[in-house]
């Protein structure tokens, strides 16, 4: 079993959505990746905090299996987004953002962490992610997020980025912007050729897609009948999805495959509440039980022609 | 084998898509799902046609393996609709509808067809489904497609017919209509509490759904290139999927489950060319081709846990 590296942000959210809200919980993109990866393989977090974050949050991030010798306490405040759903809850609504010590964010990877063979970049600045590839040693499998603000207002460093990376993943907004494409699978295959060898869209509701050079698979999203908050569904999905990859140890068509359904799982118990909080009590039999009743929704049999 | 009865509109089509058009091309759902179904098993097709009908037309329909004796000429008009897709062809603007001869439309099913045994009521008038239905003898699988329209206008009709069929097709707006809940899986539910034992959610690019009292199935849509006209793609699917189970002979969670799936392969056949040309000139070897690659795409491995 290999180590995995999680670099993003480390975060107090607020949120508000028809089902549940909170004042100040704790979020951001490394912490929803981190919590879900350490389900499957140890992990090494890469962020910052504020000197108003909770040692409580802290010893709970730790106790999951998470290292945080590189989540420096800075002062400032730890970085907050306030964030609302309605309706049908597709897309948040930013009401605030504080980046407090996360705008002077510049990731060091020392040590022994440089060895660490699985990367995830979350959706940082893709100068800062540019600068943690320039840190690693030769890492055996890198997964970079990125945004829209990146693509718009980034979009010459997030190419050069590209092309240092194994995979992407965007959404079908992100790979739009990114490639001019209105088609999904053109635009994965364009994508592809800016770097990338594997291309995961995240469809929401729909699942994902994942795309090589030749080939595509796709797995569908767990059905809910009850999403209470979507914030964190993406980075807990690649979460899942890398500590998979890290726990089998090797990247093949068919651990990728599982990764990706890995990742669909986790993700369907972290929107069932709000914040981390269904992420953080998911138990492994909840896990195992969830994992049986998918492949009896999703797997297909053979068709008679 | 057994065969299939198909109840629906033998129409003209006026279409105009971003990547052809045409003016008067064979159209109509009894013709889209009597071509789907006609790949699998012998279709009898229970419908009306004008004075100008083509008798090419009514050959190209017969020598698919589909008995027109149900489908008699009447003077006036055969049922024209006018057409048209814009952006990601979603959804059809109707520019003109004729209904012509199918205004009294009044199916009449005699002798040996009231013992077929596997029926397709595609979307006409609820009354007249029902209709339908009061002639046979005793189907064993009957499937009910319906629209907006008739959720608008006949809702207490159409509730009726729904009490005495097995399966029911929808898309996720109809569903909605139908049974005032915004959650598909909650819509399911409460639509097999109205009557059919099954349900199947058309959800277009993102494949279908089938829902059981206890258990639901996914079958994600064949990835395509490129669509060149969604028209008969819904019917195309009901077609196929009844063709698949009359073949079967028999209705199992198995053979249910490969009934989406053809119904699946044929539709994206279908949208592949403009009116029913791609489903027409559809070859054995190219579906067998698709249903391999298919399986490629959306096979999921086991993952563990």
């Keep these: 079993m290999s180590e995995v590296l999680i670099v993003g942000s480390v975060a107090y959210d607020g949120l508000k959505t ?71 809850m597709a897309v948040a ?17 020392t040590g022994r962490a440089r060895e660490i063979p699985f990367v995830f970049l979350a ?71 800016m770097g990338p060898r594997i291309v995961i869209v995240k469809k929401g509701e729909h699942g994902a897609m994942m795309f090589g050079r030749d080939w595509a698979f796709l797995s569908p999203a767990v059905p809910l009948d009850h999403v209470v908050d979507p914030t964190g569904a993406g980075d807990s999905f690649a979460g899942a999805f890398i500590g998979y990859l890290a726990r089998a140890g090797r990247v093949s068509p068919e651990t990728l495959k599982q990764a990706v359904i890995a990742g669909n799982l986790v993700a369907s118990f972290t929107v069932e509440g709000l914040g981390t909080s269904s992420l953080r009590s998911m138990s492994r039999p909840q896990l195992k039980k969830r994992a049986t009743a ?7 049999p053979k068709v008679r022609i």
């Design 18 to 88: 028809p089902y549940g809200s909170a004042v100040r919980t704790l979020g951001g993109a490394a912490v929803y990746a981190g919590f879900a990866a350490s389900r499957f393989a140890p992990v090494r977090m890469v962020g910052v905090v504020g000197s108003d974050f909770r040692e409580d949050d802290l010893r709970m991030i730790r106790r999951a299996g998470i290292n945080t010798d590189l989540v420096p306490r800075e002062k400032g405040r730890t970085f907050f987004w306030k964030g609302r759903y309605e309706g049908d």
């Design 93 to 109: 609504q930013t009401l605030k953002i504080d980046l407090g010590v996360f705008e002077r964010f510049d990731p060091k990877i």
């Design 123 to 193: 959706a940082i600045h893709p100068g800062l992610q540019a600068s943690v590839l320039r840190q690693m040693r030769a890492p055996k499998f890198t997964v970079l997020d990125t945004r829209d603000l990146w693509i718009k207002i980034a979009k010459p460093g997030l190419l050069k980025v590209l092309r240092g990376v194994d995979l992407v993943v965007v959404n079908d907004q992100e790979i739009r912007l990114l490639t001019g494409e209105m088609h999904l699978s053109k635009g994965a295959r364009a994508l592809i050729r």
């Design 294 to 300: 998918y492949h009896r929704f999703a797997s297909i």
